[in-house]
């Protein structure tokens, strides 16, 4: 597929609340070219999921952490707001090292997060109100409390146990050294040596993450039997798909050899060490889960979904994952990355089109999620190369609505974080002692860490819990919410019609309604440097001004949706807004 560049690159809803929970240039287009709407068994080409984080949506029990039945409660509140599905972090039982990504038992549930009856009934729930359920499989790494692990220390060197493990001598002369120099994503070593039953210090394991997450060895081919096993244990029950971690992990060079930057994923934290990621066998196991979803949709004419959690280094890279036999798609993190910059969200969104969909599937684009500082935080202290003329608590917020505005204006799938329809920044002032990442624990260090985004939601109220629990006051939220959480809370956002939510909610639902949006073409238009627009089908215009100052809007009148004050004629900086009726271009 062509690009052909060609310059530089609202209406108020009265719904009353619901009842809330107690407490110029050629097209870039997917390569079959479509503006209509998918059919439902299509439904995951221009689907807009909502990212649950289980342990801070909503707690129904009182103990401070969310659970499935506060889920559930939660429901109504998700279709009302105009997404077409969730998708659930891990709620497996786990030692809860990394909060459910070291999974102990892949079948079950943990009990603090309720039970399997309770997640028939939330998956029978959301079907009824039309909603999609995802789950988050973890297939690069188990819990070291997993069965498999624990056999794997009993039964010792060379034995078929640790043969689902990464386990090997260490060198030195006393195998004092680990196998390797990797360094772990979390921080340290990413080896551990392990006791042997003789008390004696014995071989080493291999865990990217930390010492509780092994990595499974999947040259093994009775790793990838059980996880098939998984598949089905869940597709059985209904589910509608998997968000699978670290799908660029799973197999390593099999000779484990040193790597010329051992730090890089320590550094970055990211999957940058080519030795330990994006090896090609991986593409196989995709294949084969794609069969199996395939086997599934067979018998009733249903989709499910595979969308994998791939960083890689390029677009290109990612697109070789969502080949037509392997997933579905993958989350485009080069948008969630870019900084708050013209070229740059021109640059990223180009590839992926050119890239992503040209393999026949389609972007998946993303702007939060648990791992990474929220958008009205971050877009803060990007100044865009100019000046900001309004303070960064105006700044901040302002960008992230109309980044959210470009996101659901684009062309494919895209998926939304809880608490970022609420426009919820970041917390970065959480006390160090009630601070939970292993990132921080390992590193003595709060850089990365991930605890400012995971904050329980607020619903109602002015004081925290904020209808996040009913518990008392031994029982508060898991990770403490700041007084200033008040002026984002649920039932304050659904009665402000100017509020984030509100934003999105129209977005969505211009979305599903204008044959322009979701899966289609995507044009560039002329336009002043400091402005991106571009024309979705067959007339709907989106802009946004990454500058601070108005520019002349690109079409004339009132625009449908505007992220911001947007008067007929004007576009204001940090704004984002779009009209119907595209200009001719040549």
């Known amino acids: 597929m062509l690009i052909a560049t060609a310059g530089n690159g609202s209406s108020a809803d009265s719904t009353p609340s619901p009842s809330l929970p107690g407490p110029a240039s050629a097209a870039l287009s997917p390569a079959t070219g479509s503006t209509s709407r998918n059919t439902a068994q299509h439904w995951w080409r221009d689907a807009?999921?909502?990212?649950?984080?289980?342990?801070?949506?909503l707690d129904s029990t009182g103990d401070g952490i969310g659970d499935l039945a506060g889920v559930r409660t939660g429901l109504p509140y998700l279709k009302k707001l105009g997404?077409?599905?969730?998708?659930?972090?891990?709620f497996y039982p786990s030692p809860q090292h990394d909060h459910g990504y070291d999974v102990a038992d892949y079948r079950d549930v943990?009990?603090?997060?309720?039970?399997?009856?309770?997640?028939d009934l939330l998956v029978a729930d959301a079907h009824r109100l039309g909603l999609k359920v995802l789950l988050d499989i973890v297939p690069n790494h188990c819990s070291s409390e997993?069965?498999?692990?624990?056999?794997?220390?009993?039964?010792?060197?060379?034995?078929?146990a640790r043969s689902l493990f990464h386990f090997a001598d260490g060198r030195g002369e006393n195998g004092e050294l680990p196998p390797n120099n990797w360094r772990a994503m979390f921080g340290g070593p990413a080896w551990s040596r392990v006791k042997e039953a003789s008390g004696e210090e014995g071989q080493w394991y291999l865990h990217m993450f930390t010492p509780e997450q092994p990595d499974l060895n999947w040259r093994n081919p009775a790793v990838g039997a059980d996880f098939d096993s998984v598949l089905?244990?869940?597709?059985?029950?209904?589910?509608?798909?998997?968000?699978?971690?670290?799908?660029?992990?799973?197999?390593k060079h099999p000779e484990l050899p040193d790597s010329p930057d051992p730090s890089a994923d320590e550094r970055t934290r990211d999957s940058v060490n080519p030795l330990a990621w994006n090896q090609p066998e991986v593409h196989q196991v995709w294949r084969d889960w794609r069969a199996l979803c395939e086997e599934y949709t067979a018998r009733d004419g249903r989709d499910r979904l595979l969308v994998g959690e791939v960083s890689v280094r390029t677009p290109s890279e990612q697109a070789a994952y969502v080949r037509p036999d392997e997933l579905h798609q993958a989350?485009?993190?080069h948008l969630l990355t870019a900084r708050w910059d013209i070229g740059t969200f021109r640059k990223v969104i180009s590839e992926a089109i050119t890239d992503i969909a040209g393999t026949g599937s389609t972007v998946t684009w993303v702007l939060n999620n648990h791992d990474q500082v929220r958008t009205v935080t971050r877009y803060a202290t990007e100044p865009g190369g100019a000046e900001p003329t309004e303070s960064a608590g105006e700044l901040g917020p302002a960008r992230a609505r109309a980044a959210a505005l470009l996101m659901l204006a684009l062309p494919g799938a895209a998926y939304v974080y809880q608490g970022e329809e609420l426009g919820l920044p970041e917390v970065v002032d959480l006390p160090d002692e009630v601070l939970t990442d292993p990132i921080y624990h390992r590193t003595g260090s709060r850089e990365h860490i991930r605890d400012g985004c995971r904050v329980p939601l607020p619903w109602s109220g002015h004081a925290s819990p904020f209808g996040f629990t009913s518990g008392t006051d031994a029982a508060r939220p898991w990770l403490p919410q700041p007084d200033w959480f008040a002026d984002h809370a649920t039932d304050r956002a659904l009665a402000d019609t100017r509020s984030f939510w509100h934003l999105y909610r129209e977005g969505l639902a211009l979305r599903r309604s204008?044959?322009?949006?979701?899966?289609?073409?995507?044009?560039?238009?002329?336009s002043p440097p400091q402005v991106l627009a571009f024309v979705r089908g067959d007339g709907l215009v989106c802009a946004v001004n990454f500058g601070t100052e108005p520019v002349p809007a690109p079409v004339p009148g009132v625009p449908l949706l505007a992220s911001g004050d947007c008067p007929a004629g004007t576009l204001p900086g940090s704004t984002a807004a779009w009209w119907m009726d595209a200009p001719e271009t040549p």
């Open 48 to 57: 807009v999921i909502y990212q649950v984080y289980v342990r801070s949506f």
């Open 110 to 119: 943990d009990p603090v997060y309720g039970d399997l009856t309770e997640f």
């Open 514 to 526: 204008l044959p322009q949006l979701g899966e289609g073409t995507l044009r560039w238009l002329d």
């Open 331 to 333: 989350f485009f993190f």
């Open 83 to 90: 997404v077409d599905g969730i998708w659930l972090s891990p």
């Open 146 to 160: 997993h069965p498999w692990f624990r056999a794997a220390l009993a039964d010792g060197p060379g034995s078929p």
């Open 232 to 251: 089905r244990f869940w597709l059985d029950r209904g589910v509608d798909g998997f968000r699978i971690d670290v799908a660029a992990g799973l197999f």
